[in-house]
Every structure is written in C-alpha cells, then in structure tokens.
C-alpha cells in the first residue's frame, strides 16, 4: 500500500496519529480495521462537538462571538480583490463621488439586512454581521454586496424561470433578474421540436448580451433540457460553434431510467413533451458518449440528475423541479430565487490542526441568520418570484476555501482523508444549519408550506433548504481563499477578470507553508513562476509537495469523491469542476459522468485544460497557454458508418445528428471499445 500523506499538520509539525482527527482510531486499529476503515468507521458515526449556543443579541455568546470576530483584525484585500472591489462593489458617494471604503461597504450591507431584526437589537446584529464580513469569515452572494442599502435592494443571485409564457414575457423578466446582478435558469423541456428549443436559448442569449453592452455585470443563464427530448442532439452539441449561445450553460436531465438503460446497452425513446408520444429512439451508451465527446471538446453538456434532485425536493407539492441556477448548485422550482453565502473554512483551522468546532458553530448560526434576514429585506424584481420565494423561505449557506483549509491542516486533497474531512465539515455545518433554522422557526415561524412539506414529521424549520455549495468565483477573491471546494487550480497564475483585465497571483499559502517547512520561500516562488505547479521536485519535502499539488495534477476521479463527500450532507446541490488536463481523453470523460452518478452526486460538470479560448485562469506567470478549441465551427464529413447519414465535424470530432454516433480522432479507441472498456463492475443503476 503506498505510503498516505500526513493527516494534520500543527504549525509546520506533521502529526502521525489518526486519534488526533479522529476519535478511537487507535482502538479500531488494534482491532484490525485498517487505515481507511477507521476513517469511515469514525465518519459513519456522528461526531460529538461541543454545540455553540444561538448568539443572540445581548447575551454573552454574541459578545464572545463579536470578540472573537474583532481579534481576526481589519479586512485585508488582495491586488486582484482591490481591483474587483473598485469595479463592482464600492459604491461611489452621491455628493463627493468617491468610492466607499470596504469598511463602509460592509457596514452598508449589514445594516441593510438587519432591518428585519427588531428595532432594540438591529444595531448589535447589524455589527456583528458587519464583523463576520470583515474578518472574512463569511461573504454573501455578489449581488447582496453590490445592491443592499442601495436603491435597487435586489439581494438573491438565483432564479428560474418558466417557460410557459410568450418569449416577450419571459425576455423582459430575465432582463429585469440579469440588470440586478441575478442569474437565471431555464428548462426547455416544455417545448416541440416545432417551437424549437434552441430558437428560445438564442434569443433569450442575444436579451443577455444586451445588458452586457450597457456597462453591467455580465449575465449567466442555465439551458436544461430533458434526455428524453427530440431536440436532444442538436441541443449536446450546440456549442461547437464557439461564438453560440456564449452566455448559457447547458445541462442535460437525465434520469435514473437512461442511466440504467446505458448500462443495459439499451434504447431509450424520445418523446414529444405535449402529446408524450414517441419521437424516435436512441442508442443510450451512444447519446451519452456523444455528450461526453462534446463536454470533452467545449466543455458542455453538464449533465443534472434529476430524479435524485427531486427525491429530497422538499416541496413537491409545489411542482417538480426541472432546473437550476446557471452554476446548477442551486435546484428551484418555476420562479423561486435563492439567497447564498459561503464560509471561509481556512480561518477556523487552529494552531493544533484542528477547527475551531465552537466558534464555527456561533457563525454558521449567525449567517443563517443573515440569509434569513436577507430573504425579507430583499426587494424582488418580479412578484411572482417573490410571492414564490417566501412560501419556502430557501437559502443556501456553503463553505469556500476548502483546499486552503486541507493544506492547513496537513492533508493533501488528493488523498482519502480529504473526502473524509469534507464529510465531517460539511455533516457539522449541515446539522448546525438546521438548528439555527429550528430556533428562527420558534421565534419567527417555519416557512408558510413547512406543514404540507416532506420536513413536516421532524422539528420546525424557518427554511425548506439551508444549505449549498456555490462556486465563489468572486466573493472567494474578496475572501482571498481557495473558490468553493475545489483544489488550487494553479500555484501561480493569471487571471482574467472584469472581462479584459489580467492579474497576476501566488497561492497565499505558499510562503507561509514553505517557512513553515523550513524551505526558502523565494526558492518556492521562483520554480512555479513559469509552470504553475511544482512539477518534479524531488529536493524538496514530498509531504510539502503533496499538499500543493493542482487540479489537473489530482485525479479526476478524486475530485468527483469530493465532491460526492459534500453532497451527502448538502440539502441542494454543489457546484464543482471537474478539472481535466488537456492530454485526457472523451473516454475519460465518459467514466466520469458514469462515476458521478454512482456515487450519488446531483450533477457534474467537467472542463478539460486549453479546450475552450478565453480561459479566464491560465496556469504560471510567463507562458501563454496554447488554445486547441477550433473556431470554424461545424463542417460536413463523410457517412457515418453506422446510418449512412452525413457526419458533422469539429476539429477532431465527428458525430451523427440521426443515430448520435461519434468518434474524436484524439481519443485512442473507437467510441464502442471506450464504453465497453469502462463499464463499472456493479451495472446496476444505483
């Protein structure tokens, strides 16, 4: 068995007992479970912390928890942080014109969202949100930062739409959502092939780009359509042109029914979504290694599991639930929003390599409260959405710098014990979650459909969800930590942001980590400038390596356990990439969606390195990535030597539009001897 990195780390010192991370290691151990087995042993059993007490205003756990807070010191902003800051969160001063400071800028928004406190206790709350912010302990969704205490009030970053009404209709709401900093999703299922889903994607594209030319924040919107649809291959492989739809995501639904049938080498019928009746069929190991091809070569389909989304959607009452936000961590049923936050994990690790349990608990308590608050101070673009919105009351509170909080504490996110540590983060934060919505509920009722919901047999609930994991692509650049959960993308890279504006970065944790080794850190510096990663690096310390390796240097399928760990304990969904190195093939992309839905997760989402131009992170300091995504867009091949139809071409791939066969001339094998290779042992369909 090769030899498992270190499982802390206390201030540079490597700690080699199991029994500091987890209780009764050693008494397993001497009862011959081996090393893993303890570790899912101890996760499979719930973690006794000490519970924090609800901090409410004027007691002495909110005075603890607001010194606790002001002893972390002033906000800190990074080069790239202040350059996001001035573009897109400080408000400038309506007399002077000069910007607000962050100081001004969090007190702004914290005294915002107390309004919905009462009025004797709105000052000591409002402070001690403001506190939360500044020690960057927790940031909400962007549009809270950017919109609260000004006069366009919109605080949610997440919304669906239906589509039932007249393209105008539905043109002008996702307007009025986008201009407020908010994304929008859409499932396209509803429609036939005559009114022509992908017609409706790309006017609803051209109505984003419209607001984009005004000088706003870009726009993002998600595109679901059913596995089932006729319109499905045209659909998987729209984004072969790349200058398409450029400002949608597409997800494909599948079902637990298609994915049986894929590993039945089955075919699966598509259906017209009005009368039900039966289009055409399909070979489904074909249409899912052609999404596979595809994702392999744009990046897209992501794929959603649908029926597993709506097994614990909470209210099914309400109707089902066919789409997500554009980053699709965020389930909604037609017109629901969804307010986010997210918790920096790495400044609750302690000096003995541990988290700070109880101070933990006091702020996922406080920022439920938060989201809560935000919920009624919000002012909501569409009434609709609103009178939706409070029947359910959900928010979604998740955690950013996971990666920074592993190399914290000595463990290398390529190894088991990373799956373990997110299951036991996010088991505790889920469970604390759920006692702060408990006590909202006492004091201020559960959410108004709670007696009609699947929540209804177990204690009252303010909120029907309470937790997501969101992508935190700007507040983790406030933050300065790692986004959401995933591992360092690169250890010094470039970044493109505001569109056309290029920062350059170190990993924060770099130096420290290397004067904590005992290694020079300009050395450190110096030999990552170029590559972004430490490549070979034999001279120095292997378990200092293996806590800085990067995403594409981590196995894929140990970002899907990952991400699989997280959602176990996360009530909608999460938001991961899984990061490919440019030299993976289509093949490995379709184990991955295979993977992801064994292991139980809501979705995936998969890009591989270079396979897109205007990567907005580019690996190193000095050289340019070289771009492979052809521009040409899709050409005519020869027969498909399945069908006979003519074959369509981009680049390397080649694919059917009538029996959805495909082949990419880079990937080794035929698509055929691919999916046969790669059929997991079990083959039945969790």
Same mark, same amino acid.
């Given at each position: 068995?090769?030899?498992?990195?270190?499982?802390?780390?206390?201030?540079?010192?490597?700690?080699?007992?199991?029994?500091?991370?987890?209780?009764?290691?050693?008494?397993?151990?001497?009862?011959?479970?081996?090393?893993?087995?303890?570790?899912?042993?101890?996760?499979?059993?719930?973690?006794?912390?000490?519970?924090?007490?609800?901090?409410?205003?004027?007691?002495?756990?909110?005075?603890?928890?607001?010194?606790?807070?002001?002893?972390?010191?002033?906000?800190?902003?990074?080069?790239?942080?202040?350059?996001?800051?001035?573009?897109?969160?400080?408000?400038?001063?309506?007399?002077?014109?000069?910007?607000?400071?962050?100081?001004?800028?969090?007190?702004?928004?914290?005294?915002?969202?107390?309004?919905?406190?009462?009025?004797?206790?709105?000052?000591?709350?409002?402070?001690?949100?403001?506190?939360?912010?500044?020690?960057?302990?927790?940031?909400?969704?962007?549009?809270?930062?950017?919109?609260?205490?000004?006069?366009?009030?919109?605080?949610?970053?997440?919304?669906?739409?239906?589509?039932?009404?007249?393209?105008?209709?539905?043109?002008?709401?996702?307007?009025?959502?986008?201009?407020?900093?908010?994304?929008?999703?859409?499932?396209?299922?509803?429609?036939?092939?005559?009114?022509?889903?992908?017609?409706?994607?790309?006017?609803?594209?051209?109505?984003?780009?419209?607001?984009?030319?005004?000088?706003?924040?870009?726009?993002?919107?998600?595109?679901?359509?059913?596995?089932?649809?006729?319109?499905?291959?045209?659909?998987?492989?729209?984004?072969?042109?790349?200058?398409?739809?450029?400002?949608?995501?597409?997800?494909?639904?599948?079902?637990?029914?298609?994915?049986?049938?894929?590993?039945?080498?089955?075919?699966?019928?598509?259906?017209?979504?009005?009368?039900?009746?039966?289009?055409?069929?399909?070979?489904?190991?074909?249409?899912?290694?052609?999404?596979?091809?595809?994702?392999?070569?744009?990046?897209?389909?992501?794929?959603?599991?649908?029926?597993?989304?709506?097994?614990?959607?909470?209210?099914?009452?309400?109707?089902?639930?066919?789409?997500?936000?554009?980053?699709?961590?965020?389930?909604?049923?037609?017109?629901?929003?969804?307010?986010?936050?997210?918790?920096?994990?790495? #400044?609750?690790?302690?000096?003995?390599?541990?988290?700070?349990?109880?101070?933990?608990?006091?702020?996922?308590?406080?920022?439920?409260?938060?989201?809560?608050?935000?919920?009624?101070?919000?002012?909501?673009?569409?009434?609709?959405?609103?009178?939706?919105?409070?029947?359910?009351?959900?928010?979604?509170?998740?955690?950013?710098?996971?990666?920074?909080?592993?190399?914290?504490?000595?463990?290398?996110?390529?190894?088991?014990?990373?799956?373990?540590?997110?299951?036991?983060?996010?088991?505790?934060?889920?469970?604390?979650?759920?006692?702060?919505?408990?006590?909202?509920?006492?004091?201020?009722?559960?959410?108004?459909?709670?007696?009609?919901?699947?929540?209804?047999?177990?204690?009252?609930?303010?909120?029907?969800?309470?937790?997501?994991?969101?992508?935190?692509?700007?507040?983790?650049?406030?933050?300065?930590?790692?986004?959401?959960?995933?591992?360092?993308?690169?250890?010094?890279?470039?970044?493109?942001?505001?569109?056309?504006?290029?920062?350059?970065?170190?990993?924060?944790?770099?130096?420290?980590?290397?004067?904590?080794?005992?290694?020079?850190?300009?050395?450190?510096?110096? #030999?990552?400038?170029?590559?972004?990663?430490?490549?070979?690096?034999?001279?120095?310390?292997?378990?200092?390596?293996?806590?800085?390796?990067?995403?594409?240097?981590?196995?894929?399928?140990?970002?899907?356990?990952?991400?699989?760990?997280?959602?176990?304990?996360?009530?909608?969904?999460?938001?991961?990439?899984?990061?490919?190195?440019?030299?993976?093939?289509?093949?490995?992309?379709?184990?991955?969606?295979?993977?992801?839905?064994?292991?139980?997760?809501?979705?995936?989402?998969?890009?591989?390195?270079?396979?897109?131009?205007?990567?907005?992170?580019?690996?190193?300091?000095?050289?340019?990535?070289?771009?492979?995504?052809?521009?040409?867009?899709?050409?005519?091949?020869?027969?498909?030597?399945?069908?006979?139809?003519?074959?369509?071409?981009?680049?390397?791939?080649?694919?059917?539009?009538?029996?959805?066969?495909? #082949?990419?001339?880079?990937?080794?094998?035929?698509?055929?001897?691919?999916?046969?290779?790669?059929?997991?042992?079990?083959?039945?369909?969790?």
């Amino acid at each position: 068995m090769a030899k498992e990195g270190p499982s802390a780390l206390a201030v540079g010192k490597p700690v080699t007992s199991l029994a500091t991370c987890w209780p009764n290691a050693g008494k397993l151990a001497a009862n011959g479970y081996t090393r893993n087995e303890v570790t899912q042993r101890n996760v499979a059993t719930q973690w006794k912390a000490p519970i924090a007490e609800a901090a409410d205003p004027g007691t002495k756990t909110m005075k603890n928890l607001l010194d606790k807070l002001t002893a972390m010191g002033p906000f800190q902003a990074s080069k790239t942080a202040q350059v996001l800051l001035k573009a897109r969160y400080l408000r400038p001063d309506p007399h002077s014109g000069a910007a607000e400071s962050t100081e001004h800028l969090f007190g702004r928004v914290a005294d915002h969202v107390a309004l919905a406190e009462p009025a004797g206790r709105r000052h000591e709350v409002a402070n001690a949100f403001s506190l939360m912010m500044r020690s960057r302990c927790f940031l909400p969704n962007s549009p809270t930062l950017m919109n609260a205490g000004t006069d366009s009030g919109a605080l949610s970053a997440c919304f669906v739409l239906p589509i039932s009404e007249t393209s105008d209709q539905i043109e002008a709401q996702t307007i009025l959502i986008q201009r407020s900093g908010g994304g929008t999703g859409f499932s396209f299922s509803t429609l036939t092939e005559d009114q022509d889903p992908l017609a409706w994607i790309a006017r609803l594209d051209r109505a984003t780009d419209s607001i984009r030319q005004v000088g706003l924040r870009r726009g993002a919107n998600m595109a679901v359509l059913a596995v089932d649809h006729p319109s499905l291959l045209q659909f998987v492989t729209a984004k072969t042109d790349p200058s398409r739809l450029v400002n949608f995501n597409l997800s494909v639904a599948v079902t637990h029914a298609f994915m049986q049938t894929v590993l039945d080498h089955g075919r699966f019928d598509l259906h017209n979504p009005r009368t039900k009746d039966i289009v055409t069929s399909l070979d489904a190991d074909r249409a899912l290694h052609l999404m596979a091809q595809m994702a392999w070569l744009t990046g897209e389909p992501g794929m959603l599991f649908l029926d597993r989304i709506n097994e614990t959607n909470p209210t099914p009452h309400l109707g089902t639930i066919q789409s997500t936000n554009p980053c699709g961590e965020q389930p909604l049923l037609p017109y629901e929003s969804c307010n986010l936050g997210s918790i920096n994990l790495a #400044r609750f690790v302690t000096e003995a390599g541990d988290l700070d349990w109880p101070f933990l608990a006091q702020v996922v308590r406080l920022a439920i409260r938060f989201l809560d608050d935000v919920i009624e101070t919000n002012q909501y673009p569409i009434d609709e959405v609103r009178r939706q919105t409070l029947l359910t009351r959900k928010v979604g509170l998740g955690v950013m710098g996971f990666a920074d909080a592993l190399i914290l504490l000595g463990v290398p996110y390529q190894s088991a014990h990373a799956g373990t540590w997110a299951e036991r983060i996010m088991r505790f934060v889920a469970e604390e979650s759920k006692r702060a919505s408990n006590e909202l509920a006492k004091k201020r009722g559960t959410f108004p459909e709670f007696e009609r919901s699947t929540l209804a047999s177990g204690p009252p609930v303010r909120n029907a969800t309470t937790n997501t994991i969101a992508p935190t692509g700007s507040i983790s650049i406030l933050a300065d930590c790692s986004s959401g959960i995933e591992p360092l993308y690169a250890l010094a890279m470039r970044r493109l942001i505001l569109g056309d504006q290029q920062t350059k970065e170190i990993s924060p944790l770099l130096v420290p980590m290397a004067a904590r080794f005992g290694i020079d850190p300009e050395s450190v510096v110096a #030999r990552v400038q170029d590559s972004g990663s430490f490549d070979e690096a034999h001279d120095l310390p292997p378990e200092f390596v293996a806590l800085f390796r990067t995403a594409h240097e981590i196995p894929w399928q140990q970002h899907l356990r990952v991400q699989a760990a997280f959602q176990k304990y996360v009530d909608n969904s999460v938001s991961k990439t899984i990061n490919f190195p440019r030299q993976a093939t289509a093949r490995d992309v379709y184990s991955a969606f295979l993977l992801a839905d064994r292991l139980g997760c809501k979705g995936v989402t998969v890009y591989r390195d270079g396979s897109r131009t205007g990567q907005i992170l580019e690996k190193g300091l000095t050289q340019p990535i070289e771009m492979q995504q052809p521009t040409g867009g899709t050409q005519k091949a020869g027969p498909c030597p399945e069908c006979g139809t003519t074959l369509n071409m981009t680049g390397p791939c080649r694919w059917c539009m009538h029996c959805a066969w495909s #082949r990419c001339d880079e990937a080794p094998r035929s698509p055929t001897t691919l999916n046969r290779a790669n059929e997991p042992e079990n083959r039945k369909h969790p």
